[in-house]
């Protein structure tokens, strides 16, 4: 801690502003950065190319606090109401946690908060009962599998029936969901370097707002979007399929299909939601 971030220091404590955390954490990183300095023990602040409080300097940017006394040739502190953090080799609010040794056994979050370690859900609190599925964390857990018999369907064993993406012949062999979205069809569809669905045999898969865990749950032309089979984004539903965009302008989506409105440009009947197009070449009523 240098001469000029020291005098602000001592003037706070006098005024009664800071609080003995934060006025903790000023001395401990202005202590910590010149001690760093000095030893050179500072691998992960020369790794980002700048040096801390009390380091060596001839410019500003050779600095982490952007402050360099040139007369001294010493990095500066932070300025009033920022405290340093060799941890993030940066300055932060006083307030802000550093790291999780701030947190008194919390963690530090990215926002500068304490806040409580994620807790994974088990897969009996998600409902869960068998497949791979999240944690909420970040992560996935296995819920175990299914007794012969049955096949898991959504995290759900279900009885006498065929998961998504399991070959079929008709419908009837398809597990359902509570919507009865299950589909027996050609439904080859690429995710990444995920292939699901076939194009020479027919297999099970679930329709619009079906329950879905991964992409493979969802018929050709469907993503899983929070537990949903649903279009992907920057579409619309127009009926039984998705379109880039939504309808063209001039254009309702009109129960199955995009139609022209009253008024607009045609030169075919079925172009317009009435499907009647006017000698002067207009959808008309």
Same mark, same amino acid.
């Given at each position: 801690?240098?001469?000029?971030?020291?005098?602000?220091?001592?003037?706070?404590?006098?005024?009664?502003?800071?609080?003995?955390?934060?006025?903790?954490?000023?001395?401990?990183?202005?202590?910590?950065?010149?001690?760093?300095?000095?030893?050179?023990?500072?691998?992960?602040?020369?790794?980002?190319?700048?040096?801390?409080?009390?380091?060596?300097?001839?410019?500003?940017?050779?600095?982490?606090?952007?402050?360099?006394?040139?007369?001294?040739?010493?990095?500066?502190g932070c300025?009033?109401?920022?405290?340093?953090?060799?941890?993030?080799?940066?300055?932060?609010?006083?307030?802000?946690?550093?790291?999780?040794?701030?947190?008194?056994?919390?963690?530090?979050?990215?926002?500068?908060?304490?806040?409580?370690?994620?807790?994974? %859900?088990? /897969?009996?609190?998600? $409902?869960? +009962? !068998?497949? *791979?599925? #999240?944690?909420? =964390?970040?992560?996935?857990?296995?819920?175990?599998?299914?007794?012969?018999?049955?096949?898991?369907?959504?995290?759900?064993?279900?009885?006498?029936?065929?998961?998504?993406?399991?070959?079929?012949?008709?419908?009837?062999?398809?597990?359902?969901?509570?919507?009865?979205?299950?589909?027996?069809?050609?439904?080859?569809?690429?995710?990444?370097?995920?292939?699901?669905?076939?194009?020479?045999?027919?297999?099970?898969?679930?329709?619009?707002?079906?329950?879905?865990?991964?992409?493979?749950?969802?018929?050709?032309?469907?993503?899983?979007?929070?537990?949903?089979?649903?279009?992907?984004?920057?579409?619309?539903r127009c009926?039984?399929?998705?379109?880039?965009?939504?309808?063209?302008?001039?254009?309702?989506?009109?129960?199955? %299909?995009? /139609?022209?409105?009253? $008024?607009? +440009? !045609?030169? *075919?009947? #079925?172009?317009? =939601?009435?499907?009647?197009?006017?000698?002067?070449?207009?959808?008309?009523?």
């Amino acid at each position: 801690m240098d001469d000029r971030s020291f005098d602000a220091l001592t003037r706070s404590l006098a005024a009664g502003r800071w609080t003995r955390r934060r006025a903790t954490k000023a001395v401990a990183g202005g202590v910590l950065g010149a001690l760093t300095a000095a030893l050179g023990l500072a691998r992960g602040v020369e790794a980002a190319g700048c040096k801390p409080p009390g380091g060596k300097c001839k410019h500003d940017g050779d600095c982490c606090t952007k402050n360099c006394n040139r007369k001294k040739g010493k990095c500066r502190g932070c300025a009033s109401g920022k405290t340093y953090c060799a941890a993030q080799s940066t300055c932060l609010p006083d307030d802000d946690c550093c790291d999780d040794t701030d947190c008194d056994g919390e963690v530090c979050q990215p926002d500068g908060s304490c806040a409580g370690a994620c807790t994974p %859900r088990t /897969c009996a609190e998600q $409902g869960s +009962s !068998c497949g *791979l599925t #999240s944690d909420a =964390c970040g992560g996935t857990m296995d819920c175990g599998t299914c007794p012969n018999g049955q096949a898991c369907d959504a995290g759900t064993c279900r009885a006498t029936c065929k998961a998504s993406n399991i070959s079929c012949t008709t419908r009837g062999e398809c597990c359902q969901d509570p919507n009865q979205t299950a589909e027996c069809r050609f439904n080859r569809h690429i995710f990444g370097s995920t292939i699901c669905g076939s194009n020479t045999e027919t297999r099970c898969c679930r329709d619009f707002f079906g329950e879905c865990t991964s992409p493979c749950d969802c018929c050709a032309g469907l993503e899983c979007n929070s537990g949903r089979c649903a279009c992907p984004s920057g579409s619309e539903r127009c009926g039984g399929a998705c379109i880039q965009g939504g309808c063209p302008a001039g254009s309702i989506c009109n129960g199955s %299909r995009c /139609c022209k409105v009253k $008024g607009t +440009s !045609c030169t *075919l009947h #079925s172009e317009c =939601c009435n499907e009647i197009c006017s000698i002067v070449g207009q959808c008309f009523t």
